[in-house]
């Protein structure tokens, strides 16, 4: 039996973050490494941010899920990259992927396809990212923008919810991804996870924007939203579109 | 024919900006990254960071302008700056030097006169910086402070835009790099481009300011401002003095 | 003769940060950079951040304190930690080190008392980490959290100040590391040094927190308080406990 994501379960799922606290190591860009340690937090989960050789293995042991993040990608984050995720993958942990500006660069679109064939549970781009990736198997493909496409093998919803401020701020994309690991660790249904944290993004969003006069107010009535959103809010607000596949 | 700088044109060059979004490459120092990057979004363009020597030359080739900055600058980045720049010059490119720190540090003062000798449009510093750095041939020379002090061959203006919180923000004047990249990238004139970016940032502070009660919230006002600013704003409130040189 | 940290004390000791300026160096994780240096900024520092080995003795040589954190530990930052605090100690600059989530990783906590051993005047970390931490012979030992604990080999003290929120918002221990590192470079005597330091912060925390709806305007709100901060503000509110050892 498959479960379709709704409103109910993504507050479901937000109060089992916050109660269980999940830890989200993140191989991050050096570009919003704070600001997607500060939405993790607010979510309710603990991050961690450290892209040393020496220290990923004990970093990943500690953590219940992974997001892996291709933006400001270098050789040594490459070989991180690929520690982490043989250890995620060995130890049954499950991880993200985010393909930054892989439309700008064909050595980093092929690097993000050798991670795609090791098995994400998620991929997340935008739709330039989404559309040089192409075909992803068996993860689940989301394409974030004014909707969030989420589309498996037998499912497919649309996330309506959102501010056009996002886009306004660098790392609302990243941010998410971090969200989404939060969310991976205390449900193992992909699609349930995303959907949960995709609203839970969207409706703060939405309830930020109305605390804000432009994109600088906005980032930090953001945060605070994505802190005190109960469940009461997201199911009033969310706006959740299932397709037939 | 030399054209001086005027607040109508600062107010063209800011329409220019968000209809064309120009692409703007980052070499920037690990502080500030998110800060410059949401500058640049917020005055119109799309900024990128990467500094991987694997990926350097697809994005540069990608973009409109380049700002080169040297905060945090160990030899990875003196090298990738190099390509960089290479790439930039062959393809005519034009970019903006930052000389960040350069009076605390001698092997970093070198290395931004050999970038020098390599022929920036624009190279920006505070006082300190700038008069560590010394002639700069044939590059606009720029000196921002309580006022910018712009300074070619044949021109010389001050902008009286800004406000003394901006000093308190770590970052905007790495920031305003990245601005006057953005309007280099759609006004070949480097004293008319920089003139209008920092004449906007300025501005942008000035309104920022009503708006705060100390640098924490200016910084998120200012981003507010920037995105917001519009040409009556640039024209109403620029103060751009134009100097006999 | 021993002093104890007093509430009069940590305003005198605000006022010198405050008119000499002092430089503050730090060898900063990547993720809290930026707001690291704005408050050092907003408390009357001069903040500098290069992790460059080519660079670390200029700026060591330049700066008044160190504030070492191992957020983020890599070979390479490992290094110019050790360049960095052979010469601290060979001139006399006092330093402060922040073993950050050294209770993850058995090689950074290894680090963390290589450098312990060094004689940094101070140690700072939250509970988990200290615990791990041991004894730390000579240093200053502080925990930060609810409440900032303070013991010397002949004081203990208790700073009562601060706000939930700080638990929020990534950096504000890192950030702390840095404060008390500016008061260091004014005050020879770590207790006092570090009590008027947290005294400032937590102060602070408790004034922004009223202009705040949650995590993400409470940081800006905080920056904002730090550079506000009056003497008479510090005075009124501070509740530091002195503890018979």
């Known amino acids: 039996m498959i479960d379709f994501p709704t409103a109910q379960k993504a507050g479901e799922l937000l109060t089992r973050v916050r109660e269980r606290r999940p830890r989200v190591h993140c191989l991050m860009n050096t570009v919003v490494q704070k600001f997607t340690a500060d939405g993790i937090t607010a979510v309710g989960g603990i991050p961690s941010m450290t892209s040393s050789p020496e220290e990923i293995e004990d970093f990943v042991l500690m953590v ?47 690097f993000a396809r050798e991670m795609l064939a090791l098995g994400p549970a998620i991929v997340r781009g935008n739709q330039a990212e989404m559309s040089v990736i192409g075909d992803v198997a068996k993860a689940l493909r989301i394409q974030t923008g004014p909707q969030d496409l989420l589309q498996d093998q037998n499912r497919a919803a649309t ?6 401020w996002m886009a306004k701020v660098t790392g609302t994309g990243c941010l998410s991804g971090g969200v989404i690991a939060a969310f991976m660790a205390v449900e193992t249904d992909p699609v349930l996870a995303a959907a949960a944290a995709l609203t839970a993004t969207g409706v703060s969003a939405e309830i930020a924007a109305r605390h804000s006069r432009g994109p600088g107010t906005f980032e930090a009535a953001f945060l605070d939203a994505l802190n005190g959103l109960s469940t009461d809010e997201i199911v009033s607000f969310a706006r959740i579109e299932r397709h037939e596949n």
Not at 82 to 91: F, G, H, T, Y
Not at 159 to 164: C, K, L, Q, S, V
Request: hydrophobic share 40%; with cysteine; glycine share 6%.
């Open 64 to 110: 219940d899920a992974l997001t892996i993040n291709l933006g400001t990608l270098d050789e040594a984050r490459r070989k991180v990259i690929r520690q982490a995720v043989a250890i995620a993958n060995a130890k049954g942990k499950p991880w993200i992927i985010d393909p930054v500006h892989c439309d700008y660069s064909p050595s980093r679109l092929a």
């Open 159 to 164: 996330i309506h919810n959102g501010h056009p």
